[in-house]
């Protein structure tokens, strides 16, 4: 069951987008409120995720499913940040995903959680896949950097 709330979210947003081969995803976060449990991955509105399924496995999963992915990011990019915990607001999720690309999932998130944060992750291993957009943009401006994840993610 998905959360939709009026979100007090900064007006800065975080777009990842992340390919291997024909699989792709694509994420635009923006961070809200002290998180003190409860949900940790909200939504602004109805229509997300879009996900399609590359494999038998994965057409069984649910939007809970795939949260558990980003939840783990976020929770990456926090400890080893050493930030407090903010809800995460999820205005886009995109993607062709197979069972064992929820990695690549989490890694997203939390890149797009430690450039939230004005704050880069290095030495994040996601073989195979390749950041091709991060776009952090503050309501007016859009920066704009392409990395390659196993070299670390700085601007």
């Known amino acids: 069951m998905s959360t939709h709330i009026s979100s007090s979210a900064s007006s800065e947003t975080v777009r990842v987008r992340l390919e291997n081969g024909p699989r792709w995803l694509e ?5 809200d409120g002290d998180w003190n449990g409860g949900r940790l991955i909200v939504y602004p509105h109805a229509g ?3 996900v399609r399924a590359a494999d038998d496995l994965s ?3 649910d939007l809970q499913t795939w949260e558990t992915g980003m939840m783990s990011g976020a ?3 926090y400890r080893a940040l050493n930030c407090p915990r903010r809800r995460v607001v999820v205005a886009d ?3 062709l995903l197979s069972s ?3 990695t690549a999932l989490a890694a997203a998130t939390a890149i ?3 450039k939230l944060l004005g704050n880069d992750l290095p030495n994040l291993d996601i073989p195979q896949w390749r950041v091709v957009d991060l776009s952090l943009s503050n309501g007016q401006t859009t920066f704009r950097a392409g990395h390659n994840p196993n070299e ?3 601007q």
């Open 75 to 77: 929770f990456q990019a």
């Open 100 to 102: 064992a690309d929820m």
């Open 152 to 154: 670390g993610v700085s």
């Open 48 to 50: 997300i995720p879009d």
């Open 59 to 61: 057409r069984t999963y």
């Open 27 to 31: 994420l635009q976060l923006s961070l």
């Open 112 to 114: 797009g959680v430690a």
């Open 93 to 95: 999720l995109r993607g």
